[in-house]
Structure formats: C-alpha cells, structure tokens
C-alpha cells in the first residue's frame, strides 16, 4: 500500500545523500526541474529526514562512502523499516565490488561515477520511481479490471496515506453513479453496459488526472473521485454527459453526482465516502436534480433521523409513542354517528417535543422499523377497543395502518389473532388499512394475504386511494371492504367542476365495487355537505376533531351514548 505518487498536486520528493558538496549540486541541478529535491550529507542525516516522514520520497540517491553512518549501515537500516522498506534507492558508486554488495542490501539500480550524462541519469530516476509506483499498484492487486481504476478498498488506503502526508490540503469527495444502470445492461446488452462504465472510467481520468485526483469504481456504477476542493462539478457533470453522447449516443445515460466538499479532517475517509454517496442517493429519481452537496443541512437529518432510530425502543418501553384515535362518522343518517377510528401514532420525545409521524414513519418504512412500531400500535389499539368496550359497552372498532413491509410478515395473520382472542374482540372489531401504494408491489402475494385475512373476518380498507399507484383493474381482483379517498380530492373538490368530478367518480366506482368510501380530511361543514349528497357514507376530518389521546376519545363515546 505503498505508492508513493504524489496525487495532490504536489511534486514527487527525491532525497540525494553524498558527503560532497559537488555532487549534491550535480544531482540536485539536475533533478530539481522536475522533482522537490532534499539533501543530506551523510547515512545519520538522512535516516533522520526519512524518518520524520515530512514527505513521500519516492526515491533516495545514496553515495556509499560517507562519515557519521555510510551508504552500507543507511541501506540496512531503511531495509529494517516497513513503511521507508518501499523507497526504491539508487546507489551511486564507482567499485563494482561495491554493487554486488548494495544489491543484497535491497539498492533498486546503480549509477556509476563519475557521473553519467544527465539524460542517463534522470532516465534512471524516472524509471525506477515507476517501475516502484507500478509495483505497488499491482502488489496489491487494487485495479479494477473493467475500467483500470482503483478499488474502493485501495482508494480507500490511498486516501489515508495522501492523508498522512498532507493533512493541511483542502480535499473534496466526489461521487458519480449511472441512473438506471441494470436497465442499459437489460435493454442494449451487457457489453454497452461495460462500454459506458469504461467511458466514464475514462473521461474521469482526463477530467482529473494523477496530478488533480485519484479514482475508484466500486458497486458496479458508483465511480469516486477524490481531488483538491474547488473543483467546478457542474462543468465536470457536463463534459461527462458530453463525453457520454458522444462516444455511446444509444445508451442515453443520465448520471448522477453527489459531492462532500471540504471534508471534515476530523472524520476518516470511509465517512467522507458515505457522505458523498448519501448526498448522490437523496436525488436518486429525481429529474430536476443531477448534482446535490453533502452540507450541514444533510448531517444535522441524518444526526436527527440516527437519533430517532436510536430511541425507538426506548420510546416504546417508556410510552413515548401514544396512539391517538381520530373518528370515523357515519353520515347518510340524520346525525352523524360514530362508527369507528382510526389509531394514529405519535411521538412525544424527552428531548425533541412532539414529533409527527410524517418524521419518523418514512425513515422507519426505510430501514424495516416500521414492523416494530406498527405491532406496538396494533397492540395498544387491540388493548384500546377491549378497554372500552368493556368501560362503556360499546364496540368502537379502530382501524390500524399497516405498511407494506408488514404484508409480507410471516406472522401477521397470527399476530391479529393472537390480539383478538387476548382483548376479547370480535375479528370486525379491528380494521386494516393498507396504502394504496402497496397494492402495487406484489399483486399476487398481497392477494393472498388479504384474502387470508378477510376470511378470518378482517375488514381491510385501501387507504390513500387515487393518490397513485393502483389501476382500476386491481380494484376488481382485490378484495376489500371499504375505499379511502385520498384527502387531496377533497382539498381540490371545490375548486373546479373537474376536480368534484372526480370525487364523484371514486364515489361510482365504489358504488360499483359494493363497497363504503371514507373521506378523509373533510374540515368544514360545506365538505360534508357536498359529500353526503353525493352518497359519501363515512366522514373523517378535523370537522369532527383532530386525532386525540384515548382519555379524550371517551367524550365521543359518551357522546354516542347520550352520556
Ligand atoms: P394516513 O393514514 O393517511 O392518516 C391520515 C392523516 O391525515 C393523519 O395524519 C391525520 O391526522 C390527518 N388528517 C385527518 N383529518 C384531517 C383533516 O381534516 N385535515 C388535515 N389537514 N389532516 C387530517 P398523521 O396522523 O400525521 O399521519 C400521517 C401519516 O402517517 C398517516 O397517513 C399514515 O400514513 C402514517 N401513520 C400514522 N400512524 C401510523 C402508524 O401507526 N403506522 C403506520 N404504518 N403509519 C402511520
Ligand atoms: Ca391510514
Ligand atoms: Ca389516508
């Protein structure tokens, strides 16, 4: 892991050890056009300088016969050290005696006195600080094959060792990945797909050569690029989508770039590489944005988001997470009456306050949490419905959500069982409400799991209907018990005669299905007006009230009750 090269921009450093000053002004007049040349005048001194590690140096050229420590004593001391054991050495001599002896002691080439030409001798130097370069490199075995560019594991490494030697410099992390790569392999064929990869392989390696970055491929279509700050990334976008055009125009590739700039030197690089990344993977699918930044915005939400997922078990033993009960009217009647709700969970934090679910349900939906949380709410609402009932003798049922994920629990049929039997409900007396969106996913299995349910008894909503995914030929296959419509036509219902159409639609379409439609998000009078003309059957909104905690649910019982 020891490749010296120089990649930030600075000059490879060459050390001369000779005791005379002639020679050190030879060499050093000769070298110092195009290397950062030191000097030390015998064994000890140049010991000393290597050791400090100020610089790389990617090659020592070493008299042999030196007072204090010689060229011999020097050689076996650097052989005996791990990190300067990778400096290649040059000896200069004029006894042959002398080389045969130098050679054993790891002397990587000879330069005889008196001196050669100087074309000779910088050749020499030059070859031999690659041939150590490119011996590293394939030590290793840090290239990738495809494109040429480094592992992730080696750029990783190279990073730090850069790091070590030159911790002052301003850096950025650059990532750049494919949108859609599997599909241009699927449509156009794998070898198009290894053509782009290598394009852009390419076209990095002009953009920002060994002097201005160094590269890696990692993850089939995520390419790193770690280079001095300051770099103009939108011109660097563009020359690749250019480049891209040009060289494969059929794949129309679409990329796109996440940079951590400035990365904070109190982090390690593996950081620096999952900053970049995550700042790319934010705007994945999003066709507005090619390019997003990794800055203080992002650390502070993915801090807060750590932070949540850390508490959540907390927050469940300690009841933080409080399911709030939202109701659901009958409306086709002469007075609304109450007909069941809605378990809406919420989060009161130690530290943070009250937090909405809108927070926390995505993240948790992310990262598989959300079968933890959904079953604590299951549960307190399935202990809820009982307490009531039993308190007041009237059956409110409550509806829970459950997420996708959920729907491919082995265990969920069990689950809602097992809560029955344990609160003493009947199985109409706990409703399911699944996003529209997961009817998406899997038609086949959801199928059979809803079917499963319903024959047990569950009454299954679709909630958010309309706001997407579903087609119209789901609805016919699915079976459900009740249409949630999404709150968004209610929102716009009075704005045109359009929108109200289609809420009448959703009304028909239902009427068809035989099944009642929820609206959800009705606020006002004249909402509910409109709705129940129309044939709306059940109404939930903040006209009837907000989601409440369960001690203030009660009023609506009693209410019911003509308490
Ligand atoms: P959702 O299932 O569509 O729930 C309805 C949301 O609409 C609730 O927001 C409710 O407070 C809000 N809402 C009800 N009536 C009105 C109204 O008249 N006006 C307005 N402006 N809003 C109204 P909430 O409680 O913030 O929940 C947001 C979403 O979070 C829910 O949407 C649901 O997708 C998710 N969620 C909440 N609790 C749970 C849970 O226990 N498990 C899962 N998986 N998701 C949950
Ligand atoms: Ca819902
Ligand atoms: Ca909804």
Not at 526 to 550: A, H, N, T, W
């Amino acid at each position: 892991m020891h490749s010296y090269r120089e990649t930030s921009g600075l000059r490879r450093h060459i050390l001369i050890v000779d005791d005379e000053l002639i020679n050190r002004e030879i060499l050093g007049n000769l070298l110092q056009q195009d290397y950062e040349v030191h000097f030390a005048e015998n064994g000890k001194q140049a010991l000393d300088i290597l050791l400090k590690r100020e610089h790389i140096y990617s090659l020592v050229l070493l008299d042999l016969l030196m007072p204090v420590m010689d060229g011999f004593e020097l050689l076996e001391k650097i052989k005996a050290d791990d990190v300067l054991k990778t400096i290649p050495i040059i000896v200069m001599t004029s006894e042959k005696d002398a080389e045969v002896r130098s050679i054993k002691l790891g002397a990587a080439d000879f330069i005889t006195k008196p001196y050669d030409m100087p074309e000779v001798i910088l050749a020499r130097c030059e070859r031999i600080i690659e041939l150590q370069e490119d011996k590293s490199l394939i030590r290793a075995a840090e290239k990738d094959h495809l494109t040429g560019l480094y592992t992730k594991d080696f750029f990783t490494q190279y990073i730090k060792q850069i790091e070590k030697y030159n911790p002052e410099n301003h850096m950025d992390l650059m990532v750049i990945n494919v949108e859609h790569f599997h599909l241009i392999n699927e449509l156009y064929g794998r070898s198009e797909g290894d053509k782009v990869l290598k394009c852009i392989a390419d076209l990095l390696s002009q953009i920002f050569d060994d002097t201005q970055g160094i590269r890696c491929r990692t993850e089939a279509d995520y390419f790193y690029v770690y280079s001095k700050n300051g770099t103009d990334y939108d011109k660097t976008l563009l020359t690749l989508l250019e480049g891209l055009t040009d060289r494969v125009p059929d794949s129309h590739v679409r990329l796109r770039m996440g940079v951590y700039p400035d990365v904070d030197k109190e982090l390690i690089a593996e950081n620096w590489i999952d900053r970049a990344k995550t700042a790319c993977d934010r705007i994945r699918g999003d066709y507005s944005r090619h390019i997003a930044y990794y800055n203080n915005e992002f650390y502070e939400k993915a801090k807060y988001q750590e932070k949540l997922i850390n508490d959540i078990d907390k927050a469940i033993l300690s009841k933080d997470l409080i399911v709030y009960y939202q109701p659901k009217y009958s409306i086709q009647g002469d007075t609304p009456k109450l007909r069941s709700a809605e378990a809406l969970i919420r989060w009161k934090h130690p530290e943070l306050g009250m937090i909405s679910p809108g927070d926390f349900i995505p993240l948790f939906e992310s990262n598989g949490l959300i079968q933890k949380l959904d079953r604590y709410v299951w549960k307190e609402a399935a202990r809820q419905v009982g307490e009531w009932k039993r308190e007041y003798g009237l059956s409110v049922p409550v509806s829970v959500n459950v997420s996708r994920m959920d729907i491919y629990y082995p265990k969920l049929r069990d689950d809602f069982i097992d809560l029955l039997s344990s609160n003493g409900l009947e199985n109409n007396e706990l409703m399911l409400e699944i996003t529209e969106s997961a009817y998406a996913d899997n038609a086949d299995q959801l199928v059979n799991v809803i079917e499963n349910l319903r024959s047990d008894g569950f009454m299954i909503e679709m909630d958010d209907f309309g706001s997407g995914y579903s087609s119209l030929n789901m609805l016919t296959t699915i079976p459900i018990d009740a249409l949630k419509m999404d709150m968004k036509f209610i929102r716009n219902m009075q704005k045109d005669e359009k929108s109200m159409k289609l809420v009448e639609l959703v009304l028909d379409i239902a009427k068809f299905l035989q099944v009642p439609v929820i609206a959800e998000g009705v606020e006002t009078e004249e909402q509910l007006m409109l709705l129940k003309e129309r044939g709306c059957d059940i109404i939930q909104g903040y006209y009837f009230s907000k989601p409440v905690p369960p001690e203030d649910f009660t009023q609506f019982i009693k209410k019911e009750l003509g308490q």
